[in-house]
């Protein structure tokens, strides 16, 4: 199943292959520049297939539960300053998505979201430790049922260049259920309040709506 945020980007990319492979081949006289020239354009599209790819994922709504926002690497897990919304230590957990990764951005826990924003800004490298406050980004905080909130940043990187983001303040969102997607690598941080149980280590890989990050 292919994102719809890359519908435009396919149909483009599939055009400017063709036609360029077209060419090639009408007005190149040399075999292995034409095979070359077509084996190069059926690798290019099949990366940007892969790369808008969204496969189904099964969700075990849990309210106890955070689940991992994005597939893709836990690159920090710390106690931090969260200076934007809760203005006090939290633990924050880090996922690295590399190009290769799926980028369906999803809900960690169900509820209400109490705030929102949209954040432009720069495209350091996504594993700087500025990015989180100086790169393209939004802020999103959940608040469950019981009164836990849980925030969490899409983050752009150096490779990224536009966030798309399907939720507002006041909104009801299920755990699980899409909330964004960022195109071309990127990185997530999840703040989650002090004490929560963690169940996840430095360097594993998660999958977006699947894994459960924490407990609380």
């Known amino acids: 199943m292919i994102h719809k945020e890359g519908y435009t980007i396919l ?19 040399i075999s292995w520049v034409k095979y070359l020239t077509l084996a190069a354009g059926v690798v290019i599209f099949g990366l940007f297939l892969q790369f808008f790819r969204n496969p189904a994922r099964h969700t075990v709504i849990d309210a106890h539960h955070v689940i991992a926002p994005a597939d893709g690497k836990v690159v920090v897990i710390e106690e931090v300053e969260e200076p934007e919304y809760f203005e006090g230590k939290r633990i924050q957990l880090s996922i690295f998505m590399s190009p290769l990764n799926v980028h369906v951005n999803r809900n960690p826990i169900s509820g209400t979201v109490s705030y929102f924003k949209y954040h432009p800004g720069e495209y350091l490298v996504a594993w700087h430790p500025k990015s989180s406050t100086l790169n393209e980004r939004t802020t999103t905080v959940i608040k469950n049922d019981a009164g836990t909130e849980v ?65 609380i």
Not at 15 to 29: A, D, E, P, Q, R
Not at 157 to 181: K, S
Request: hydrophobic share 45%; with cysteine; proline share 1%.
């Open 151 to 215: 925030l969490f940043r899409q983050i752009a990187g150096a490779v990224a260049r536009r966030i798309c983001y399907y939720v507002d303040t006041g909104d009801t969102v299920t755990q699980g259920e899409e909330m964004g997607f960022i195109k071309f690598g990127s990185r997530i941080d999840v703040f989650l309040p002090i004490g929560t149980k963690i169940n996840v280590n430095l360097n594993d890989i998660t999958r977006g709506g699947e894994t459960v990050l924490a407990e």
């Open 11 to 29: 149909i483009t990319t599939l055009i400017i292959v063709s036609v360029i492979v077209f060419l090639v081949f009408k007005y190149t006289g």
